[in-house]
């Protein structure tokens, strides 16, 4: 088996800072899914609400609207189906249509609850760091040691899972790239990344598109970041990472093939 596991990202939003729109229709949303296992997705990610810097808010009719028709029709696909959302409600019934894993970009600060249907449902989950909220995550953000800080809150959220009964097997966690950070401390939480694995839990890497790599490529169709995310994906995986979040499953699956292959081959 491999050493990693590919997360192809399914928003069903109109709104997502990359994709916003592309699969906010449910039968291009359930396509979509199947190209993503097709191209190497062992799990697919279904979010209904964006996240991005200045997003608004979605109500929960509507967020499960969006989610739980798309989680139920790619049941069967063979793949892990995760659901990115902070509203225990939301992965309730996404969990009963067929999802495994919560993905909650708060780390069960927006609703502690979370953390109780978690380790009542036997579930995976992703904790993320994130600096204060979307609206305002990206307006100016300080820290005297980036990776100390998020690693602090990961080991604090993890063990809160812990202490709400999550098996540790079932808790994965993620540095929140892009996430109330500047560039400098995007590529500080990468090059240090490292790091964060040494906590012991699987790590999750979200680099995805993301602005910072449009500002250091010049890219501004996030499209055409591919490989500047897999450049990324790439020095995470030789630092650790588990877990690669990603819209582009084709692009990683091949580099990512070829980084595990050359690591064993050296020993790492
Ligand atoms: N990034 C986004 C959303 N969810 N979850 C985890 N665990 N890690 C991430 O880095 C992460 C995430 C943002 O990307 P995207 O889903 O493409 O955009 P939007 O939030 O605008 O829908």
Known sequence: ?????????????????????????????????????????????VGGESTRPRANPVAEGEELR?????????????????????KPAVAAAAIAAGASYVNDVTAFRHDPAMAGLVADRGCDCCLMHMLGEPRTMQDDP??????????????????????EGIAESRI???????????????????RRLDEIVALGFPVVVGTSRKSFLGRLTGREDPHDRVAA???????????????????????????????AATLAAHGA
């Open 1 to 45: 088996m491999r050493p990693y596991r590919i997360m192809g990202v399914l928003n069903v939003t109109p709104d997502s800072f990359s994709d916003g729109g592309e699969w906010f229709d449910f039968e291009a949303a359930v396509e979509r899914g199947r190209v993503l296992v097709a191209e190497g997705a062992d799990i697919v990610d």
């Open 142 to 163: 300080r820290y005297d040691d980036v990776v100390d800080e998020v690693k602090a809150f990961l080991a604090e959220r993890a063990a809160f899972a812990v202490r």
């Open 229 to 259: 995310t897999v450049a990324t994906s790439v020095m995470a995986l030789e630092r650790g990472a588990a877990v690669f979040r990603v819209h582009d499953v084709a692009a990683t699956a091949d580099a990512l093939a070829v980084t």
């Open 66 to 86: 969006r989610v739980v028709p798309a989680v139920e029709a790619l049941g069967g696909l063979g793949a892990q189906i995760s659901v990115d959302t902070m």
């Open 172 to 190: 994965q966690v993620d540095p929140g790239v892009g996430f109330g950070k500047t560039i400098a401390h995007n590529l500080e939480l990468l």
